[in-house]
């Protein structure tokens, strides 16, 4: 089975700092890793994702994580943030196999940006 | 990208009554959907996965006969809470997965449920 632990439930950044929210998972088998982010009152829209390759990934609204294999981790990291970053970040895995594919999240990270 | 549409975004209903949630891939055919449940300030319990055409499978300590789940045609899974009680209030979201396509679940907007 896999698991995953977000290890910060809430972190404040001044708006235009960087940030990284940390990710490390659990597994016994190879897996794909995700980051998600939650708005208020809706649902998850995916960040980025590593399935195979390059250990850096390059997602949406510019932000990046690397896969980490000997760590088991998957941070996600933003140089620059913006308010309209406040938001829920969920970081998720899943095995690579056939049929149904059920994500493991983690706690979610609260990334709130002050001005 | 993949749109997944959920219906009603909100709703309130008095203890006792039941409430069905619909999840429609509305450009793509999902033979598997799945349906979790938000606690405030919690992450994604997953709930149960929906297959069409046959009996969702319901993960460990979900009441299948409170939460019935029905995936009848390739873009629709809709989920019944049946019996609403207040501790059944929660945020719902559905996810879809595209057949052929690896890696990625598109996630519906989330349904509130609020029990009187």
């Known amino acids: 089975a896999q698991s995953v632990t977000q290890l910060d439930s809430q972190v404040p950044v001044f708006e235009e700092a960087p940030v990284e929210l940390r990710c490390n998972y659990s597994s016994s088998v190879s897996v794909y890793l995700f980051w998600y982010v939650q708005y208020p009152n809706q649902g998850l829209q995916l960040l980025l994702k590593?399935?195979?390759?390059?250990?850096l990934v390059k997602g949406i609204n510019g932000f990046e994580a690397e896969f980490n294999k000997s760590q088991t981790s998957f941070h996600l990291r933003k140089p620059s943030v913006h308010i309209s970053d406040t938001a829920e970040y969920f970081c998720?895995?899943?095995?690579?196999?056939?049929?149904?594919?059920?994500?493991?999240f983690g706690q979610g990270t609260r990334l709130t940006i002050n001005p | 990208g993949a749109v997944v549409s959920q219906h009603p975004s909100w709703v309130i209903c008095k203890s006792g009554t039941s409430v069905k949630i619909e999840c429609r891939s509305l450009d793509f055919q999902a033979t598997t959907m799945f349906w979790y449940r938000q606690f405030p300030k919690q992450s994604l319990m997953l709930m149960a996965t929906?297959?069409?055409?046959?009996?969702?499978?319901?993960e460990q300590g979900v009441e299948k006969d409170k939460f019935l789940i029905n995936h009848a045609s390739l873009t629709l899974s809709t989920l019944t809470v049946t019996s609403a009680h207040p501790e059944d209030s929660s945020f719902y979201i559905c996810s879809a997965q595209r057949e052929g396509l690896t890696g990625e679940l598109f996630f519906g907007e989330g349904s509130r449920l609020t029990v009187l």
């Open positions: 929906s297959n069409e055409g046959s009996k969702a499978t319901y």
């Open positions: 590593y399935l195979s390759g390059s250990t």
């Open positions: 998720a895995v899943r095995t690579p196999y056939q049929g149904a594919q059920k994500l493991v």
